[in-house]
């Protein structure tokens, strides 16, 4: 089930042309897979404060809102808020180059954000790197 995650890091690893417009501090060449074997909700499932536009929504568990991360970050993150906790943790993990999952990067790094319509956006994205992946192959 963790593949298409750990697939999805790598073509995000490869393709340097994604980050060209993010003005990241961060050297993609010392990214690496490593095993992990934990989903986060990048909204959380059971946040401390719901949001309307979360509410009932079925946005919750689909691709554009999970990334594979290790257990002793998802608990760190917990039921953290995406603006407010979850963001400083990924900014120190970007400043100490102990990234775990680029996904969670480029989140963090496009959307100001994180709404029902920005998860959308970033799901038909990465479905659409896989995809092309797909086709590229021989």
Known sequence: AHYWFYKLDYLLWKNDS???DLNLNFDLSKFRLSRLNSIEHIYPQQPFK?????????????FGNLALI???????????DYNEEKRG???????KGTIESLKMVLIYSKYKEWT???????????????????????
């Open 18 to 20: 994604i980050w060209k």
């Open 50 to 62: 719901q949001k309307e536009e979360w509410k009932n929504s079925e946005h919750l568990d689909n």
């Open 70 to 80: 290790s257990n002793h970050m998802n608990s760190s993150l917990s039921n953290k």
């Open 89 to 95: 943790l990924l900014i120190n993990q970007l400043n």
């Open 116 to 138: 029902p319509e920005n998860c959308n956006k970033h799901q038909t994205e990465m479905i659409n790197l896989l995809i092309e992946d797909l086709k590229n192959a021989k």
